[in-house]
């Protein structure tokens, strides 16, 4: 029987190279997102992927997608991303709300949803995509930061209480990732700023980078858990420590 893989935020970066990479490897792969016209381009491209529409904001549309699957062995929960970067003192509540909405209560609604398959497939694997500003934290990263602390504790907590099923628990925490969205989506589209994140640093992550590391970790054997896999560009040897050139 082939197996099933779900992929959240599949249309762009990180979570379309992961549905690649993972069709790749025989998965049969659901791939997720909000714009579904981009998944239908996916999966004119790459035999193996399913599009999906979903929003992971809104149970309907999470409620939608797991009644669509009959299995679903494999669960990336990639949907997420950052906005604005402003001091916590200027912080804007309703950033910081979305931002909450997306990485963590997005996490937490597809998770519910798809737990029973993977316990069902009796080796699931539920891998979430956190950040390494869910380990650390960094000035004016303030809501992004709050939110990726939050879904690594959830993580954590979720690893803990599956101690004993058959579904094993894995982060995935990247560090500096050069996809097209995610900065130009933090500063609200402005390119000229999305790009000087990544201005001079030699050799930043690509989506592909961070595909190999999840595909790796959901393709160890059954009794190997990936608890954190903790991935950075050589350049960023912290998160305040990366070298430019
Ligand atoms: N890039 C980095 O430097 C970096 C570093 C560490 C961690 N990460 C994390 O890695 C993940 C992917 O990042 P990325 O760089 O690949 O960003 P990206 O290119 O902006 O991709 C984000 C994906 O999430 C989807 N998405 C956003 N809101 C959604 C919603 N409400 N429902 C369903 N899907 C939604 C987007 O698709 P639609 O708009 O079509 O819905 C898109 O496919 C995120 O969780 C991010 O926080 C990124």
Redesign the pocket.
């Known amino acids: 029987m082939t197996r099933t893989a779900v992929v959240?935020?599949?249309?762009?970066?990180?979570?379309?190279a992961t549905a690649c990479r993972l069709a790749d490897e025989g998965y049969s792969v659901v791939a997720?997102?909000?714009?579904r016209d981009?998944l239908e381009e996916l999966a004119a491209e790459v035999p193996g992927i399913r599009p999906m529409a979903?929003?992971?904001?809104s149970q309907e549309s999470v409620d939608e997608l797991a009644a669509a699957l009959d299995r679903c062995d494999v669960l990336v929960n990639?949907?997420?991303?950052?906005i604005g970067m402003e001091p916590v003192a200027r912080g804007d509540v309703a950033d910081w709300r979305r931002m909450y909405e997306?990485?963590v209560l997005?996490t937490l609604r597809v998770t519910k949803a798809l737990l029973p398959f993977l316990v069902a497939s009796g080796d699931g694997v539920l891998v979430v995509?956190?950040?390494?500003?869910g380990l650390v934290p960094y000035e004016e990263g303030g809501g992004y930061v709050a939110a990726?602390h939050a879904q690594t504790s959830m993580t954590e907590v979720l690893r803990l209480e599956l101690c004993g099923e058959p579904v094993r628990v894995v982060e995935v925490a990247?560090?500096?990732?050069h996809?097209?969205?995610?900065s130009l989506?933090r500063f609200r589209g402005d390119a000229t700023a999305a790009d000087l994140v990544y201005q001079g640093v030699p050799g930043p992550l690509t989506?592909g980078d961070v595909a190999d590391a999840v595909t790796w970790c959901v393709t160890r054997p059954a009794h190997v858990n990936i608890d954190r896999l903790v991935i950075r560009p050589r350049a960023q040897a912290a998160q305040h420590k990366i070298h430019r050139v």
């Open positions: 959240t935020g599949a249309s762009s970066g990180i979570g379309r997720a997102a909000r714009r981009r979903l929003d992971v904001t990639n949907a997420g991303g950052a997306v990485n997005g995509l956190t950040s390494v500003a990726k990247p560090g500096m990732v996809t097209e969205e995610f989506n989506a």
